[in-house]
């Protein structure tokens, strides 16, 4: 190349970063947020769960079976965990029962996290992952004495045995938080996601206002990094987050519920390639949030999945139209099933696993497992007249139209 088309190179390179720098800040914003929103598809999936009639207790005996969440290890064998515990400490052990026959039987559980620290009052709402070499990680809440930032926590364990025994405690964030979730991404990277409340935010219902916070681990989670928050709605309270790794390389979507918001869930999203590293928290106004649901509907702890096919499932709790205050009765809660498209919209199809239930009775901290190519486990917690709860499994079947 010659010195002078040197030169021009070298000068329409410096006019296009200054352009580059002199552009107003939105406008660069406005272009980051146009190159990575979800994929679109304006599909409405033509499928619908029909539920076996009956469903069976799975949880040991204990007054308290909560949060139940099931993983597949490999061919035939499941995992579940959960938290138990005795009347009036329900949330108190985790626990992590397997079946070798894909969930028609279910062993005795063993526990992975006894609540024998007196510097708490227990642990609760539990997740498992099967990671890409084989050990397990199980993540949940320490409610520590007393129940506060100072003494709350995430923390997360490993087993490198299938679960037979577990390495001790990593603390990977300290405050007031529940609801761990986590997913593998396709090249390792794990992600955590909780919810937790912000310090001195405006209060609702005595409490702070709560956010989503993200940590990530590189190394099969033997350390974590600093938390980033992921999503706020103010007054909204989101919670429960529940992570998925779409198909055909459609980013991640996370459930969560916003308990003082007017509709919920939402869904958020990110590309698998920004990784959460926007300029903005997702909202509705820039694509990055939206109402999962079908219709008008206020329903909490969200859970989603995705059929092999390509259309998403997600499980929320509502009143089933009876009359109980969805606050104060929230274990009377019952079940219900949307079935969405690929990108977790359209949502249609509601369907009820556990219909007709009297409002003495509840099916809450649901949760969903495809079994196979179409059939489906709603993992539910079910709560009864005399006030105990108790992990029940009932089958679905996806049915095309």
Request: proline share 5%; net charge positive.
């Amino acid at each position: 190349m010659k010195l002078h088309q040197c030169i021009l190179v070298l000068l329409s390179a410096c006019y296009f970063c200054l352009g580059c720098k002199n552009k107003p800040a939105h406008e660069l914003q406005q272009n980051h947020e146009k190159e990575s929103l979800p994929p679109t598809d304006r599909s409405t999936p033509r499928i619908k769960i029909v539920w076996n009639k009956t469903g069976k207790k799975i949880s040991h005996q204990e007054y308290f079976a909560e949060y139940g969440r099931i993983r597949r290890l490999n061919g035939d064998t499941l995992l579940l965990i959960y938290h138990c515990g005795n009347k009036g400490n329900e949330w108190d052990n985790v626990v992590l029962s397997k079946s070798y026959n894909n969930g028609s039987s279910w062993q005795a559980p063993l526990t992975v996290v006894k609540d024998n620290d007196p510097h708490y009052y227990g642990f609760s709402t539990p997740d498992l992952l099967v990671l890409k070499n084989g050990w397990l990680l199980v993540a949940y809440t320490g409610r520590g004495k007393p129940d506060d930032s100072t003494h709350n926590n995430i923390q997360v364990r490993i087993s490198k045995n299938k679960g037979q025994s577990w390495s001790n405690p990593a603390i990977v964030s300290v405050g007031r938080s529940w609801e761990p979730g986590m997913a593998q991404l396709p090249d390792g990277e794990i992600e955590l996601f909780f919810s937790t409340e912000l310090s001195g935010s405006r209060r609702s219902w005595g409490r702070p206002e709560q956010r989503i916070t993200l940590i990530t681990s590189k190394d099969n989670g033997l350390t974590w990094g600093q938390g980033k928050e992921i999503a706020f709605m103010k007054g909204g309270r989101d919670g429960m987050p529940i992570p998925l790794v779409l198909k055909s390389n459609k980013g991640i979507v996370v459930a969560i519920e916003s308990v003082h918001s007017k509709k919920s869930p939402y869904m958020i999203w990110s590309s698998l390639k920004t990784k959460w590293n926007y300029k903005t928290l997702p909202f509705e106004a820039n694509g990055r949030r939206w109402f999962g649901a079908a219709g008008k509907l206020w329903a909490g702890a969200p859970y989603i999945i995705q059929l092999p096919s390509g259309e998403t499932v997600v499980s929320v709790q509502d009143t089933g139209g009876r009359k109980i205050n969805r606050y104060t009765d929230w274990k009377k809660n019952t079940m219900l099933v949307m079935t969405g498209n690929s990108v977790a919209k359209n949502f249609t199809n509601v369907t009820y696993p556990w219909p007709q239930l009297p409002v003495t009775q509840g099916a809450y901290f649901n949760s969903l497992f495809l079994k196979n190519d179409s059939t489906l486990f709603a993992v539910s917690t079910r709560n009864f007249a005399d006030g105990h709860s108790e992990i029940w499994l009932k089958e679905g079947h996806v049915r095309r139209y």
